[in-house]
T-cell receptor
């Protein structure tokens, strides 16, 4: 299957700082990328849908000014958690959808800990 | 997209077939059934998807009932590495993957 990478794989930051997470599709072009968040012992929650070259669409209850998403190319999407707080500590996972196909491939996830 | 119902947990003996059920009674005609799994602390892994009848690949088989209201994922010879949370998701073409609680499968020696 297609490969999606995320960087960094884990990050620890102080409360109030901003953190950027990169999501790259390594061997395919993803016109659409999705960002999920997962708290311990819970399922994945969809945060937003990102289409290359256009603004992201956020799910209800997700603050678009706090979670900035940029999808500048067919192989790269970034999620920036602005002014992070301890409650933003979570496992963030991205996924890319292959052009003309329906299967989505997930990245390995980024674990964020805000102190 | 239609909701799915899965048992919260299941056990399976190593080497035996693991049969994971999923109910999706409100599925509509253009919706596919997808299965993903998530091994602890990793991103979800695509397993298989189908529209009707049976699909098979190198990982698993997916059997969808004739009325499409339920399906079963079959891992033919479960190994300890198949221990994971398995998610059954119904999605229309171009739709989003919305995860439910899934089934936690424990493969035991």
């Amino acid at each position: 299957g297609a490969v999606v990478s995320q960087h960094p794989s884990w990050v620890i930051c102080k409360s109030g700082t901003s953190v950027k997470i990169e999501c790259r599709s390594l061997d395919f072009q993803a016109t659409t990328m999705f960002w999920y968040r997962q708290f311990p012992k819970q399922s994945l929650m969809l945060m937003a849908t990102s289409n290359e070259g256009s603004k992201a669409t956020y799910e209800q209850g997700v603050e678009k000014d706090k979670f900035l998403i940029n999808h500048a190319s067919l192989t790269l999407s970034t999620l920036t958690v602005t002014s992070a707080h301890p409650e933003d500590s979570s496992f963030y996972i991205c996924t890319g959808r292959v052009v003309l196909q329906e299967t989505q491939y997930f990245g390995p996830g980024t674990r964020l800990l805000v102190l | 997209d239609a909701k799915t119902t899965q048992p919260p947990s299941m056990d399976c003996a190593e080497g035996r077939a693991a049969n994971l059920p999923c109910n999706h009674s409100t599925i509509s005609g253009n919706e596919y059934v997808y299965w993903y799994r998530q091994i602890h602390s990793q991103g979800p892994q695509y397993i298989i998807h189908g529209l009707k009848n049976k699909e098979t690949n190198e990982m698993a088989s997916l059997i969808i009932t004739e009325d499409r209201k339920s399906s079963t994922l079959i891992l033919p010879h479960a190994t300890l590495r198949d221990t994971a949370v398995y998610y059954c998701i119904v999605r229309s073409q171009g739709g989003k993957l919305i995860f439910g609680q899934g089934t936690e499968l424990s493969v035991k020696p």
